[in-house]
């Protein structure tokens, strides 16, 4: 597609509950970032990988977050047994190379509410 | 802790106004310097960036002004239009982009303009 692709786009979760998330980045880009943006925040950094491989969970919040980009292109964003201070936007974001002033494309987001 | 400080949280500008954004951080590392737009429901989208070596840069009607002694940046935006309403996030990162683009958000700015 023209741009990074999410889905779900709205996710309503109980807590306790496994979500998944997807994102579907641009063809070709070897980065993929998946930031968390709180209600009226900016996002937060959390997740990087380059190709499959992930060189940067630093920012994942607990061991309950879980991501994998298996062949390259399409990633996961897991989260076990959900908590309410889970509920933001996840956003995923591409770029194409790994240098230089690569520009981030971000997705739409996908909204998580835990009940 | 934040590592981008942004300020206002919000402001309104009447149509024709000048919308000013300010952004201040700690990190000397930090050496590219976007600006983000992000409309509701949207992903944030880049608008603008500058790197150090440079004490301002226009794009249109945008304009950021960069002090590095001060590790200030701000963002202006010459005569708002309605459609310039949406949230604006200064980042900052370090080069090189080996271990991806990892961007420190400030917290965000919500522009209203005024018709």
């Known amino acids: 597609g023209a741009g990074v692709s999410q889905s779900p786009r709205y996710k309503v979760a109980k807590r306790g509950q496994d979500v998944a998330l997807r994102c579907d980045p641009i063809?070709?880009?070897?980065?993929l970032f998946w930031y968390q943006q709180a209600l009226g925040q900016g996002p937060e950094f959390l997740t990087y990988?380059?190709?499959?491989?992930?060189?940067?969970k630093s920012g994942l919040p607990s061991d309950r977050f879980f991501a994998e980009r298996p062949e390259g292109s399409v990633s996961t964003l897991k989260i076990q047994r959900t908590q309410q201070e889970d509920s933001a936007v996840y956003l995923c974001?591409?770029?194409?190379?790994?240098?230089?002033?690569?520009?981030?494309?971000f997705g739409e987001g996908s909204r998580l509410t835990v009940l | 802790q934040q590592q981008v400080k942004q300020s206002p949280q919000s402001l309104i500008v009447q149509k024709g106004g000048i919308s000013i954004i300010n952004c201040a951080y700690e990190?000397?590392?930090?050496?590219?310097f976007p600006w983000y737009q992000q409309f509701p429901g949207k992903g944030p989208a880049l608008l603008i960036a500058?790197?150090?070596d440079v004490s301002e840069k226009k794009e249109g009607r945008f304009t950021i002004s960069f002090n590095k002694s001060a590790k200030q940046f701000s963002l202006h935006i010459m005569d708002s239009q309605p459609g310039d309403s949406a949230t604006y996030f200064c980042?900052?990162?370090?080069?090189?982009w080996g271990f991806g683009n990892v961007l420190h958000c400030g917290s965000g700015t919500q522009v209203i303009v005024l018709p």
């Open positions: 990190n000397t590392a930090f050496d590219y």
């Open positions: 974001a591409s770029s194409y190379g790994t240098s230089g002033t690569g520009e981030l494309f």
């Open positions: 500058i790197r150090p």
């Open positions: 990988f380059q190709n499959e491989a992930q060189l940067d």
């Open positions: 980042a900052a990162s370090i080069s090189p």
């Open positions: 063809s070709g880009h070897v980065s």
